[in-house]
């Protein structure tokens, strides 16, 4: 396996800062979160949503919050959420406030457009609604996360730059950033994204110069889960190597969920997380001797979904590669036309037959997992008499 530092950069040094119980930034784990996708006001669905995506491991989730209902529901989804929740806020700084008392772990929001005129507050000039949301914040101990989109760009620095270029995305970044710094606040965390890959990937790469703010990377509105997925690998990709971003959201014309798997993808694929199997699994070509070796790999990817713990596993369609291949993971299987050879730890275990090949690995694997632990388990107690 891949590990970081042998082929990525080094993680760029930033501050740290927590989301509810996740630390962001300072050299913590890079965490994956979602956004949910139903209205905030409705808490039970969204709260759902919320257990669906915290129980395929989303480290953060966040809300958005466009009306007064859909803040006041916060207070129900920050009770009984199992993970951090971020309140998405846009022009209404009274939002921020409600999803302050709400208890939310962190708010997205940009205070260069919170300031705007409300309908029952027009009189409180719009530098004192951003100190309030901000004293708020800081006496809570929450975060901001400033979001600039290329998409909504103020429309001076479009007037300047002529586009939304990477150089228009960081000069209104740092335009949020020091609204909050000169109101003594630095717990801020930083996102630039567009819905390119070359755009936000120089815009993360400019940013890196000027602040030491933790980084949100995500291609924004990247697509549907195929291309989508593949755009946010590539672009997410190549800013991971180069040691940017903290925390990550793939954001999918999709399920929440499906958001949260390819976020983990990306980051297993690198070797920044290393919770889970590796799944080795032969692509299938005119060698094959088993008619249903797809089915059979996706079975087994679906039934390993519980094991946390790092296992290589290789699951291959015949003696070309499948031996070499098993022999190298923890747990190999190498198909025949009737039978398969089951390899453990590079050593021959036994010859399974065709149709008890996902049985015996998925519980070869769960046995496997089960030692590591049991292992892991020994190596803290012992750590621990020291
Ligand atoms: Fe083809 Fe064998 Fe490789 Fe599968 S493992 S792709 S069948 S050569």
Redesign the pocket.
């Known amino acids: 396996m891949p590990t970081n530092g042998s082929f990525l950069k080094p993680r760029r040094k930033t501050r740290r800062l927590t989301v509810g119980n996740v630390a962001v930034g300072g050299g913590a784990p890079v965490s994956v979160q979602t956004m949910t996708k139903t209205e905030t006001h409705n808490a039970r669905a969204t709260l759902r949503q919320i257990e669906e995506v915290a129980a395929v491991g989303c480290d953060i989730v966040r809300c958005a919050a466009p009306r007064s209902g859909d803040a006041e529901a916060l207070r129900e989804i920050v009770l009984h959420s199992p993970i951090p929740v971020v309140a998405d806020i846009h022009y209404d700084y009274r939002l921020a406030l409600t999803a302050l008392e709400a208890g939310v772990a962190c708010l997205r929001l940009n205070p260069g457009n919170i300031g705007m005129p409300t309908s029952d507050n027009i009189e409180m000039p719009g530098d004192e609604k951003v100190r309030v949301v901000v004293h708020e914040a800081k006496s809570r101990g929450v975060p901001i996360r400033i979001g600039v989109n290329a998409g909504s760009l103020e429309p001076e620095l479009l007037m300047k730059h002529g586009h939304p270029t990477p150089e228009a995305m960081v000069e209104s970044a740092l335009h949020h950033i020091r609204i909050l710094e000169d109101l003594g606040f630095f717990d801020i965390k930083v996102s630039v994204k567009a819905t390119d890959i070359a755009r936000t990937v120089a815009a993360y790469r400019l940013l890196a110069d000027k602040v030491d703010y933790p980084f949100h990377l995500g291609i924004t509105e990247a697509g549907t889960l195929g291309t989508g997925s593949v755009k946010s690998a590539a672009g997410l990709g190549i800013l991971l190597a180069e040691g940017l971003g903290d925390t990550i959201r793939v954001s999918l014309a999709g399920s929440p969920v499906d958001e949260v798997r390819v976020g983990q993808d990306i980051l297993e694929s690198l070797g920044l997380r290393n919770q889970r199997p590796n799944i080795v699994a ?7 001797q088993v008619p249903d ?1 797809i089915e059979m790999a996706q079975e087994i990817e679906r039934r390993v979904t519980h094991i946390k713990v790092p296992l290589n596993l290789a699951v ?3 003696e ?3 031996p070499g291949e098993s022999k190298a993971a923890d747990l190999g299987i190498s198909l025949g036309r009737d039978y398969g050879y089951l390899f453990k730890h590079g050593e021959k275990l036994r010859r399974v037959e065709a149709d008890k090949v996902v049985e015996e690995f998925v519980r070869e694997a769960e046995a496997l997992a089960r030692e590591v632990e049991e292992s892991r388990r020994d190596e803290k107690a012992a750590g621990g008499q020291k």
Do not use: A, E, S
């Open positions: 032969c692509p299938t070509c005119g060698r094959l070796m291959m369609g015949c070309v590669n499948g």
